[in-house]
């Protein structure tokens, strides 16, 4: 699977959070679970624990049913603690790239993120179902009167962002902290901090005051 190979250097590919394992919180919030929570965190727990090998953070997560993930040998892939990865989601992390989900991130079913360089998400954020975020279009291509087309370029997405169902967000892009992104948008472009933003292309629709979970 070549759209996921390339060559850039792993020595720049730092986490943005470094976390201490979270099993002791972990059970601290556990205990308030009700009955029905308790046992979609078990076997979430459970299922993280089978492909914990696949982590390079030792942070505890909720991994539910369906889940696959796809990691070449020499990327890194970074989970805070409280993650939540929603059934059938898939995450891929190419040759040397790197994928990181901030704490208490939720990834919805059915969703897709590839990173073959860097996919940053940051704290908080609420990734919805059936989005696909790629920092590769995986093909090299050649336009009529150009040179070859860039492939490949890092995604950044901050804090507290809710991205809505059926999204794309393309490489290259950086999303600013306490963004709303509306549902079956695409991202091509940057948004700034505090944006609400829909449409294809996604275009600015309002200012975000707060969101909650």
Request: proline letters at 4%.
């Amino acid at each position: 699977m070549e759209q996921f190979v390339n060559t850039n250097s792993a020595s720049n590919l730092e986490p943005m959070h470094v976390e201490q394992p979270g099993y002791a919180r972990f059970w601290q919030q556990f205990k308030r679970y009700n009955v029905r929570d308790k046992r979609i965190a078990l076997l979430g727990l459970f299922r993280y624990l089978l492909k914990s090998r696949l982590f390079d953070s030792k942070n505890p997560i909720i991994i539910e049913r369906g889940v696959s993930i796809l990691k070449y040998k020499g990327g890194r892939l970074y989970a805070g603690r409280g993650v939540r990865l929603a059934g059938k989601c898939y995450l891929a992390v190419g040759r040397n790239g790197l994928l990181e989900l901030g704490p208490r991130v939720i990834i919805g079913a059915d969703t897709r993120i590839m990173a073959a360089t860097k996919v940053r998400i940051g704290a908080r954020c609420m990734i919805s179902w059936n989005c696909s975020i790629f920092d590769s279009i995986g093909h090299r291509m050649w336009l009529q009167g150009q040179d070859e087309a860039k492939i490949e370029a890092p995604i950044t997405i901050g804090d507290d962002v809710w991205i809505g169902p059926y999204c794309t967000v393309m490489k290259g892009v950086t999303i600013g902290n306490n963004c709303i992104v509306g549902a079956s948008s695409v991202v091509r472009r940057d948004v700034p901090p505090n944006s609400l933003v829909y449409g294809n292309p996604a275009r600015m629709a309002g200012k975000v005051d707060k969101w909650e979970r």
